[in-house]
């Protein structure tokens, strides 16, 4: 993955990224009112995008790819990284999500560029990283005060945050391509969820399968949108954002996808908000112009 002379393409892949993330709890809150459980949606998940990656993992293999790159990346952006926040959200609020493993990512993905990698931290780049944290906060604080939580589940939050880092510096770090780490991670995942899901189907964690009961436009919609876009698209975009801008900057868009998150469950759920969470959005939209320091990559574009 070498470095693009055109910045401005990362940030293009990292905006189509969160658009596609962003959308993650709508389409899965319409799963869930058919019925689905959070297995299921798994399942269509990963079966999904490993079915449709499989050729073309089956053609280039494991090829450029350590042991050790392999077992980050998958754990990174696949299977454990999804349990991981999912079990955090059993003990811990939504809220609580959305504010702890962005502002990890973030944190350890920046840190971990400018260790690793010798990425420079200006005086503006501090900036806008701690203005995005602060607009985290102020999106997240209501439901702080309000839903129930406990430190295992920030603590699963944490660990979430963290193999998402490890996955954004392990694409630098062995210069994966992106489709090839796209590949290697639903293919992968695919093999892990299925005997899980048969083997904990009907179980108090996982709940009882409703794959046969629920509609067909139910399940192409999630199979369509979990494993094509969020499963497949989505990494893809996000992995050629990262080799583009560098870990650091290109972490910064999986740290906006709560504020989008919100803005969405506005306009298409007609959830409410507060003045504190649209000063939060505010807020960490002007961090991300400043973290990637948006006018000066227009500049040199022209």
Same mark, same amino acid.
């Given at each position: 993955?070498?470095?693009?002379?055109?910045?401005?393409?990362?940030?293009?892949?990292?905006?189509?990224?969160?658009?596609?993330?962003?959308?993650?709890?709508?389409?899965?809150?319409?799963?869930?009112?058919?019925?689905?459980?959070?297995?299921?949606?798994?399942?269509?998940?990963?079966?999904?995008?490993?079915?449709?990656?499989?050729?073309? $993992?089956?053609?280039?293999?494991?090829?450029?790819?350590?042991?050790?790159?392999?077992?980050?990346?998958?754990?990174?952006?696949?299977?454990?990284?999804?349990?991981?926040?999912?079990?955090?959200?059993?003990?811990?609020?939504?809220?609580?999500?959305?504010?702890?493993?962005?502002?990890?990512?973030?944190?350890?993905?920046?840190?971990?560029?400018? $260790?690793?990698?010798?990425?420079?931290?200006?005086?503006?780049?501090?900036?806008?990283?701690?203005?995005?944290?602060?607009?985290?906060?102020?999106?997240?604080?209501?439901?702080?005060?309000?839903?129930?939580?406990?430190?295992?589940?920030?603590?699963?939050?944490?660990?979430?945050?963290?193999?998402?880092?490890?996955?954004?510096?392990?694409?630098?770090?062995?210069?994966?391509?992106?489709?090839?780490?796209?590949?290697?991670?639903?293919?992968?995942?695919?093999?892990?969820?299925?005997?899980?899901?048969?083997?904990?189907?009907?179980?108090?964690?996982?709940?009882?399968?409703?794959?046969?009961?629920?509609?067909?436009?139910?399940?192409?919609?999630?199979?369509?949108?979990?494993?094509?876009?969020?499963?497949?698209?989505?990494?893809?975009?996000?992995?050629?954002?990262?080799?583009?801008?560098?870990?650091?900057?290109?972490?910064?868009?999986?740290?906006?996808?709560?504020?989008?998150?919100?803005?969405?469950?506005?306009?298409?759920?007609?959830?409410?908000?507060?003045?504190?969470?649209?000063?939060?959005?505010?807020?960490?939209?002007?961090?991300?112009?400043?973290?990637?320091?948006?006018?000066?990559?227009?500049?040199?574009?022209?």
């Amino acid at each position: 993955m070498t470095q693009h002379p055109h910045p401005l393409k990362g940030v293009f892949f990292g905006i189509v990224t969160v658009l596609i993330w962003a959308a993650f709890p709508i389409f899965t809150k319409f799963g869930y009112e058919d019925t689905l459980t959070p297995s299921d949606v798994s399942i269509l998940r990963y079966v999904t995008a490993g079915l449709i990656m499989l050729p073309f $993992l089956l053609s280039r293999g494991f090829k450029g790819i350590p042991p050790l790159g392999l077992l980050i990346i998958v754990c990174g952006a696949g299977l454990p990284y999804l349990m991981s926040v999912s079990l955090g959200l059993q003990y811990s609020s939504a809220g609580h999500f959305a504010l702890i493993t962005p502002s990890t990512m973030l944190l350890c993905s920046t840190l971990g560029g400018c $260790l690793l990698f010798k990425e420079a931290m200006s005086p503006m780049r501090l900036l806008g990283i701690v203005m995005v944290l602060c607009g985290l906060i102020l999106v997240g604080i209501d439901s702080l005060h309000t839903e129930v939580a406990s430190w295992q589940g920030d603590a699963l939050f944490v660990l979430g945050g963290c193999l998402w880092a490890c996955y954004t510096l392990s694409l630098r770090q062995w210069q994966i391509e992106p489709l090839h780490a796209t590949a290697v991670v639903g293919t992968t995942s695919m093999l892990l969820c299925v005997p899980l899901y048969l083997l904990g189907n009907g179980s108090p964690l996982l709940g009882e399968s409703q794959l046969l009961t629920a509609s067909w436009q139910t399940l192409a919609t999630q199979a369509i949108y979990q494993g094509v876009f969020s499963s497949i698209l989505a990494l893809v975009f996000y992995s050629q954002a990262v080799s583009l801008l560098g870990p650091g900057k290109g972490a910064i868009f999986g740290a906006i996808v709560p504020g989008v998150s919100l803005l969405l469950a506005i306009g298409i759920l007609g959830e409410p908000a507060t003045f504190l969470q649209y000063s939060g959005v505010v807020v960490i939209f002007a961090g991300v112009t400043v973290t990637l320091e948006m006018f000066k990559l227009a500049r040199k574009s022209r």
